[in-house]
């Protein structure tokens, strides 16, 4: 794992060369180096100092290179602008640098640590180009949100190590019966997922954050709440098994509730944030059953969401260059003047709904299996989760779509190929990963 950090460090002075497309090249040259490096095993491999990859980091490394690579794509318009751009581009490889060392750390504490550090640059990235002055409120929000629910799992990790003797998640094999614990520990991953409840933070970061903001924020600032509750859950099996039904249960009915709050939206990055929070609580759910079906279904939407969420972003924003608002009262009839793209909107809406082939599809069936498996009255409560889900989804496209063209618009450009590449990049994988369902089954 050390070359793909030393990597990293070497791209940091290509940065301040201001060479847009070689940065871009060398950051998808990395991608397949580490995706030539797949192995079923499901043990740790790659070790190099204290990091390594299991199943779970490995697919949430490559999902991190993947989307950041994306985000140098979507961004063109930072670099033309010349705005601060090379700052721009250190800025999306320190995150980057930060999340690979979370992904990969071997150790909780080395875990915790660069899971504070991803927050950093993020805060920079929604402060420093971001498009409104509620930027600030906006990254406030974030930051506390999140430091506030982590600073008591730094204690409750100090405590587990003065008892066990040891971080490292190959040895924590001593269980902890506290509830005051388990809620020190897990209730930043809840913060993060984000949970009903503490998801407030989440919808103002996405609205206030520039493109690239909201690609890593939906795609896996989400999944570091996510990767840590699969890894924390074998510490709390026993109390887990009494208690998780609440969270569950709230998840769910949350979820339900949020997807009514999509229904009324009116800005397109709003809605699609909402909707993460739906997806992202089913998953949760998934997690705290402690089933088989349940964490291999949740790191199938954990990936899912990734690519289907920050696709739906990049195109709220190729709308919002064109129109220079994200209103779907304004942003009418685009089937009209920018039909090409209208296949996009269809296929990730479509994707977001979990019509098949994609992934959603897959994940959503291992999840709704596993919950309903877990308790029976979960049916009703999914049945409703599943059908405001595709509600929201069928809004989203038939408002942005269809109707009368706002009048405003006078010259338009149909796409570049850039964009359309960005789509497919966002969309291939979601669709094709269908095929290879097995690879995310985990042998727990």
């Not at 994940?363 to 308790?375: A, P, R, V």
Request: charged share 5%.
């Amino acid at each position: 794992m050390m070359k793909f950090i030393m990597i990293l460090f070497m791209l940091i002075p290509m940065v301040f060369l201001n060479q847009y497309w070689l940065i871009q090249v060398v950051w998808m040259l990395m991608v397949l180096l580490f995706l030539s490096m797949f192995s079923f095993n499901y043990i740790y491999m790659y070790i190099s100092y204290i990091f390594g990859v299991d199943l779970i980091s490995y697919l949430m490394v490559l999902l991190s290179l993947w989307i950041c690579s994306l985000m140098i794509l979507a961004s063109q318009k930072v670099h033309y602008s010349r705005f601060w751009s090379q700052m721009f581009m250190f800025v999306i490889v320190c995150l980057m640098l930060s999340l690979l060392m979370a992904f990969s750390a071997m150790n909780l504490f080395m875990f915790y640590l660069f899971f504070e550090a991803s927050l950093v640059p993020t805060l920079m990235l929604i402060v420093g180009w971001g498009y409104q002055p509620e930027r600030l409120q906006a990254g406030i929000y974030m930051l506390f949100y999140t430091v506030f629910a982590s600073l008591p799992m730094m204690i409750a990790i100090f405590y587990y190590l003065n008892s066990n003797g040891s971080l490292d998640l190959n040895f924590m094999c001593m269980e902890l019966e506290e509830i005051t614990l388990y809620l020190c520990m897990n209730m930043v991953f809840y913060v993060k997922i984000p949970m009903f409840f503490v998801h407030l933070w989440l919808p103002k970061a996405h609205v206030e954050a520039p493109v690239s903001g909201s690609m890593i924020l939906a795609g896996v600032m989400l999944k570091l709440g996510g990767y840590g509750l699969m890894r924390m859950m074998m510490v709390f099996i026993s109390l887990g098994m009494k208690i998780n039904y609440f969270f569950i249960g709230l998840s769910i009915i949350g979820g339900i509730m949020v997807s009514l709050i999509c229904l009324r939206q009116s800005d397109m990055k709003s809605l699609i944030a909402y909707s993460s929070v739906a997806h992202m609580g089913l998953a949760m759910s998934g997690i705290l059953t402690l089933s088989f079906w349940g964490m291999s279904g949740a790191l199938m939407m954990m990936v899912a969401h990734g690519l289907c969420s920050s696709g739906l972003f990049c195109l709220a924003n190729v709308n919002y260059e064109r129109l220079g608002s994200r209103s779907l009262y304004l942003n009418k009839g685009l089937i009209n003047v920018i039909p090409s793209l209208s296949l996009w909107w269809f296929l990730l809406s479509s994707s977001n709904m979990a019509a098949p082939p994609s992934l959603n599809l897959m994940g959503e069936i291992m999840l709704i299996n596993s919950l309903i498996s877990y308790d029976f009255l979960n049916t009703a409560a999914l049945m409703l989760l599943s059908f405001f889900g595709a509600a929201y989804s069928l809004y989203l496209y038939s408002y942005s779509q269809h109707g009368k063209i706002y009048t405003g618009m006078y010259a338009f450009s149909s796409g570049n190929v850039r964009e359309y590449l960005l789509m497919l990049l966002h969309w291939l994988p979601l669709n094709i990963l269908v095929l290879k369902g097995e690879l995310m089954c985990l042998w727990l």
